[in-house]
């Protein structure tokens, strides 16, 4: 199993690297053919007007876009970490205040050594329903968040599975991946409202000149359906692009739980913790009000209790953030059996 | 011309395999050692720990007086025994910390059976400072085993073991439990059903 899994960690880490840039690339790509894109249409719409108005040749919004593209991108990778942090309202733990907060931090710590990676920063979400994620860009910058419900619910071992798992994702770079993501479908939901309102002033002021725009055109008729294709391309990758977004950050995290579950298994020895750990989770039904849809999908269970997340296969794989605590629970089980067998423990029966 | 070309980057697929087989037995040859000093560094925390922990009861622990001496003589020569560590010198250094492991699981059951004394934030405090070290040094022990079964599977898996001789690696020493009396984990059955 170890070897299993460590050959795997290679590929893992190397695939959520290939996976954060192809992300990032995709997203300016995206920006760019909203900008060009944009610029093509005022190209068409305007090329075959008189000779005295404008004509729209230099392609001004695919550069200014391609521009906010890049720029947005640099600065949520640079500032996802804390920009997550921030959304939940977390507080970090400097010097341990509680016994609790004592154990917390020496659990992070033991596991951290388990992991083999330098020790991540601690914090505590205000809130009383047992979740917790982790955030950061690489092994050696990364942050471990638990909910104060956790902290109170959870034993020992059972804090120690949980921050294990979280490390999992930490050794294996899904954080990198997950929290570019979370700092990217951010921006993409709060450019889309903010331009979205812009954009129905601006259809309303371009309504007259784009009729006057299909008259004159009816000799090139071509070219004036090109335009409208793209038009309705244009705005149907507008109105979809929140929606698009939210697909890639549920689709993505599904299969790294049992993967995470796995790795925390490995570093405890104890996947029975994890999984009591996850059945406490799991009957706090209470949503985890302080986390947002944002970063939902950060998290060891999701934060908003949804009914999707119950099943797997159809719509759910569409729509859910995380695989069924069921079935989690029944793999860890099924671990912890292999062990007792494995250490020829297990009672007769 | 072909088959020249041919032989040139089958030369070249085997030399770039080389390099990268060498450079993986290197890199794990480092994260051993890198482990085994983790092991070193939570030993030393270990014993920094004893001395605070043994002066917090020794008042109230006077009657204890040879549970409390048994700890810390095992804590001398553990300090001893780790001062010239290297992975060559394991079996020692082993043995004496386990030694010490023992000792302090014997103060534990005695700490156990004082409930005023554990109700004192200080020792439940230490307490749980000596859980978390007891953890720390067994799973760096654990990571250390890991990475170096690691190393070693490495060095002898076919083609890699052609060059664990360029790369100057040797089979890793495992951390065992060398002391028997560790090795048997109490049994204790509760499921109320009937013996096999």
């Given at each position: 199993?170890t070897?299993?899994?460590?050959?795997?960690?290679f590929?893992q880490?190397?695939?959520?690297r290939?996976?954060?840039?192809?992300?990032?690339i995709g997203f300016?790509?995206?920006?760019?053919?909203l900008?060009f894109?944009?610029d093509f249409?005022?190209?068409?719409?305007?090329?075959?007007?008189g000779p005295?108005t404008?004509?729209?040749t230099?392609?001004?919004?695919?550069l200014?876009?391609?521009?906010?593209?890049a720029?947005?991108?640099?600065?949520?990778?640079?500032t996802?970490?804390?920009?997550?942090?921030?959304s939940?309202?977390?507080?970090?733990?400097?010097?341990?205040?509680?016994?609790?907060?004592?154990?917390l931090?020496?659990v992070?710590?033991?596991?951290a050594?388990?992991?083999?990676?330098p020790?991540?920063?601690?914090w505590?979400?205000?809130?009383?329903?047992p979740?917790a994620f982790?955030?950061?860009?690489?092994?050696?910058h990364?942050h471990?968040?638990?909910?104060?419900?956790l902290?109170?619910?959870?034993?020992r071992?059972e804090?120690?599975?949980v921050?294990?798992?979280?490390?999992?994702?930490?050794?294996?770079?899904?954080v990198?991946?997950?929290?570019?993501?979370a700092?990217?479908v951010?921006?993409?939901?709060?450019?889309?409202?903010g331009v979205g309102?812009?954009?129905?002033g601006g259809?309303?002021?371009?309504?007259?000149?784009?009729?006057?725009?299909?008259?004159?055109?009816?000799?090139?008729g071509?070219?004036?359906?090109l335009?409208?294709?793209?038009?309705?391309?244009?705005?149907?990758?507008w109105?979809?692009?929140?929606?698009?977004?939210?697909?890639?950050?549920?689709?993505?995290s599904?299969k790294?739980?049992?993967?995470a579950?796995?790795?925390?298994?490995?570093?405890?020895?104890?996947?029975?913790?994890?999984?009591?750990?996850?059945q406490?989770?799991?009957?706090?039904?209470?949503?985890?009000?302080?986390?947002?849809?944002?970063?939902?999908h950060?998290?060891?269970?999701?934060?908003l209790?949804?009914?999707?997340?119950?099943?797997?296969?159809?719509?759910?794989?569409?729509?859910?953030?995380?695989?069924?605590?069921?079935?989690?629970?029944?793999?860890?089980?099924?671990?912890?059996?292999?062990?007792?067998?494995?250490?020829g423990?297990f009672p007769?029966? | 011309?072909?088959?020249?070309v041919?032989?040139?980057?089958?030369?070249?697929?085997?030399?770039l395999?080389?390099v990268?087989?060498?450079?993986g037995l290197i890199?794990?040859?480092?994260q051993?050692?890198?482990?085994?000093?983790?092991?070193d560094?939570?030993?030393?925390?270990?014993?920094d720990?004893?001395?605070?922990l043994?002066n917090?009861?020794?008042g109230?622990?006077?009657?204890?007086?040879q549970?409390?001496?048994?700890?810390?003589?095992?804590?001398n020569?553990?300090?001893a025994?780790?001062?010239?560590?290297?992975?060559?010198?394991?079996?020692?250094?082993?043995?004496?910390?386990?030694?010490?492991t023992?000792?302090?699981?014997?103060?534990n059951?005695?700490?156990?059976?004082?409930?005023q004394l554990?109700a004192?934030?200080?020792?439940?405090?230490?307490?749980?400072?000596?859980?978390?070290?007891?953890?720390?040094i067994?799973?760096?022990r654990q990571?250390?085993?890991d990475?170096?079964?690691?190393y070693?599977t490495?060095q002898?898996q076919?083609?890699t073991?052609?060059?664990?001789?360029?790369?100057k690696?040797s089979?890793?020493?495992?951390w065992e439990?060398t002391?028997?009396?560790?090795?048997?984990?109490?049994?204790v059955?509760?499921?109320?059903?009937?013996?096999?």
């Amino acid at each position: 199993m170890t070897d299993d899994t460590s050959l795997n960690l290679f590929q893992q880490q190397e695939a959520n690297r290939r996976r954060t840039v192809i992300l990032v690339i995709g997203f300016v790509l995206f920006f760019a053919w909203l900008g060009f894109g944009g610029d093509f249409i005022y190209y068409l719409a305007t090329s075959d007007a008189g000779p005295e108005t404008y004509h729209h040749t230099f392609p001004w919004f695919g550069l200014v876009m391609t521009a906010i593209g890049a720029g947005i991108a640099r600065y949520g990778f640079a500032t996802g970490p804390n920009k997550v942090l921030w959304s939940t309202g977390a507080r970090e733990v400097v010097e341990p205040a509680t016994d609790k907060e004592r154990q917390l931090v020496n659990v992070v710590e033991e596991m951290a050594i388990a992991a083999g990676i330098p020790r991540p920063r601690i914090w505590i979400v205000p809130d009383a329903d047992p979740n917790a994620f982790a955030t950061g860009l690489d092994q050696g910058h990364s942050h471990i968040a638990v909910t104060q419900g956790l902290l109170d619910m959870c034993s020992r071992d059972e804090l120690q599975a949980v921050i294990a798992h979280e490390l999992g994702h930490v050794k294996n770079l899904d954080v990198r991946l997950m929290t570019t993501l979370a700092a990217l479908v951010g921006a993409v939901a709060l450019m889309h409202d903010g331009v979205g309102r812009l954009m129905r002033g601006g259809f309303r002021l371009g309504g007259g000149g784009g009729g006057g725009g299909s008259r004159g055109g009816g000799k090139k008729g071509g070219l004036g359906q090109l335009a409208i294709i793209l038009l309705v391309l244009w705005v149907i990758t507008w109105i979809l692009a929140p929606i698009i977004s939210q697909f890639l950050a549920m689709a993505v995290s599904r299969k790294r739980e049992y993967l995470a579950d796995a790795m925390g298994a490995q570093f405890t020895r104890n996947p029975m913790a994890l999984a009591t750990a996850l059945q406490k989770i799991e009957s706090a039904d209470a949503p985890t009000s302080s986390i947002k849809r944002g970063a939902a999908h950060l998290c060891i269970a999701d934060p908003l209790g949804r009914r999707m997340n119950l099943h797997e296969g159809g719509m759910a794989n569409l729509l859910a953030t995380h695989p069924p605590m069921a079935a989690r629970i029944a793999r860890l089980k099924g671990m912890a059996y292999q062990r007792l067998k494995a250490e020829g423990q297990f009672p007769a029966t | 011309m072909g088959g020249t070309v041919i032989l040139l980057i089958i030369l070249a697929v085997v030399v770039l395999y080389g390099v990268s087989a060498y450079n993986g037995l290197i890199n794990l040859k480092n994260q051993t050692l890198n482990a085994f000093k983790q092991i070193d560094v939570q030993l030393k925390r270990r014993h920094d720990l004893i001395p605070n922990l043994v002066n917090a009861v020794k008042g109230a622990m006077d009657f204890e007086r040879q549970t409390l001496e048994a700890v810390i003589q095992a804590r001398n020569q553990a300090v001893a025994a780790g001062a010239n560590a290297a992975p060559g010198a394991m079996k020692q250094m082993a043995t004496a910390e386990n030694q010490l492991t023992a000792a302090l699981s014997r103060f534990n059951v005695v700490v156990e059976q004082y409930p005023q004394l554990k109700a004192t934030a200080n020792v439940g405090q230490l307490q749980e400072e000596l859980t978390s070290t007891e953890n720390r040094i067994s799973f760096s022990r654990q990571a250390y085993n890991d990475t170096a079964t690691q190393y070693n599977t490495k060095q002898q898996q076919f083609p890699t073991n052609l060059f664990a001789g360029i790369a100057k690696a040797s089979p890793a020493e495992l951390w065992e439990i060398t002391d028997e009396g560790e090795r048997a984990v109490p049994q204790v059955d509760l499921s109320m059903k009937p013996k096999a």
